[in-house]
Nanobody, 118 residues
Framework: QVQLVESGGGLVQAGGSLRLSCAAS????????VGWFRQAPGKEREFVAK????????YYAAPAAGRFTISRDNAKKTMYLQMNSLKPEDTAVYFCNAVRGITALGSWGQGTQVTVSS
């Protein structure tokens, strides 16, 4: 079973950018997908975006569409989430996980904190 570890969070001003990384260990398959999720304080975890390792399928939730871009580097077995035009409401802990549809399949890691100041 693939293990995924998030990194790249930090503190950024509104309008700024961050790139998150999700590093996989273990074997990955082209048709498998990785999803990004986030959980803001006091809120439920929500789906953000997903991509298959083949790159053939990408999907964004409404809050991410047009501002976030998911990509991957198969040689490094890493998925990225480029986040631009960040807003204070993007403040959350961001997680990655294997997904089927937009349903997470594995256990959750520690995530990476993203804080956007106004």
């Amino acid at each position: 079973q693939v293990q995924l570890v998030e990194s790249g969070g930090g503190l950024v001003q509104a309008g700024g950018s961050l790139r998150l990384s999700c590093a996989a260990s273990g074997r990955t398959f082209n048709n498998d997908a990785v999803g990004w999720f986030r959980q803001a304080p006091g809120k439920e975890r929500e789906f953000v975006a997903k991509m298959t390792w083949s790159g053939g399928i990408t999907y964004y939730a409404a809050p991410a569409a047009g501002r976030f871009t998911i990509s991957r580097d198969n040689a490094k077995k890493t998925m990225y989430l480029q986040m631009n035009s960040l807003k204070p409401e993007d403040t959350a802990v961001y997680f990655c996980n294997a997904v089927r549809g937009i349903t997470a399949l594995g256990s959750w890691g520690q995530g990476t904190q993203v804080t956007v100041s106004s």
